[in-house]
C-alpha cells in the first residue's frame, strides 16, 4: 500500500500532537447521570431555568430578525418593523420549533442545557449531550410561559433594543430565573 506524501504527513504529525493518535491515554465521555426531576419532571428543573431562559430568548431573537430581514428590500430605505400580527406569529413559531438541537451534558460535574445561544464557558475536550425526550417540551412550554407573562408586545419592544435588552427582560429582570433573586425552588414553571 502505498500512501501519498501529504496524507503521511497528516498522520505523522497526529502521532506528535497532544491528544492525536500517539497518546496512550483514550478520550473517555459517559452521558450525564439524570435525577428523577431531570428524566420525569413535566417541567425544566430549576437549577437548568436559567439556561432554558437563555435559549428562549436565542430562539425568539433568531426568529425576530430573520422575519426582520425579510422585509428588508434594496428599495426599503432601511429597517422596518413587523407588525403586531408578524411579530406574534413569529414569536408562536419560535415556541412551537422542534427544539431538538437542544439537550443535557454534564460539564465539570454541573449538568448544563446546551445547544444553540448558550455558551457555558470552557468547553470541554469531549462530552456526551442527551437530546430528546423530556427536553424539547420543557423547553417549548417554557418559551410558552414567557409569552404568556409579557405578551408579544412587550417582548418585541425587547428585542428592538437590542438582544441584550430581550435576555434581561425574560432572564434577567426582577426574580428572573439568571438573576441572584431568583428563588431555588421546584415550583413549577
Keep these: 500500500m502505498r500512501l501519498s506524501l501529504p496524507l503521511l504527513l497528516l498522520l505523522l504529525g497526529a502521532w506528535a500532537i497532544p491528544g492525536g493518535l500517539g497518546d496512550s491515554a483514550p478520550l473517555t465521555a459517559t452521558a450525564p447521570e ?47 418593523e413587523l407588525s403586531e400580527s408578524e411579530y406574534t406569529d413569529v414569536l408562536d413559531r419560535s415556541c412551537s420549533q422542534t427544539w431538538q438541537d437542544y439537550g443535557v451534558r454534564e460539564v465539570n460535574q454541573v449538568k448544563r442545557l446546551t445547544g444553540p445561544g448558550l455558551s457555558n464557558g470552557q468547553e470541554p475536550s469531549i462530552s456526551v449531550m442527551i437530546t430528546g425526550g423530556p427536553w424539547p417540551t420543557r423547553l417549548s412550554v417554557t418559551c410558552l410561559h414567557y409569552l ?25 429582570g426582577f426574580q428572573g430565573p439568571c438573576s441572584e433573586e431568583a428563588p431555588v425552588t421546584r415550583a413549577e414553571l
Excluded at 148 to 172: M, N, R, S, T
Design 34 to 80: 439524570l435525577d428523577d426531576e431531570e428524566k420525569y419532571s413535566a417541567h425544566m428543573p430549576a437549577h437548568l431555568r436559567c439556561d432554558a431562559c437563555k435559549a428562549v430568548s436565542y430562539q425568539m431573537w433568531q426568529h425576530l430578525a430573520k422575519a426582520e430581514a425579510k422585509l428588508h428590500t434594496p428599495d426599503s430605505g432601511g429597517r422596518r
Design 148 to 172: 404568556g407573562e409579557f405578551g408579544e408586545d412587550q417582548i418585541y419592544e425587547a428585542y428592538q433594543q437590542g438582544q441584550g435588552a430581550l435576555k434581561a427582560l425574560l432572564c434577567e
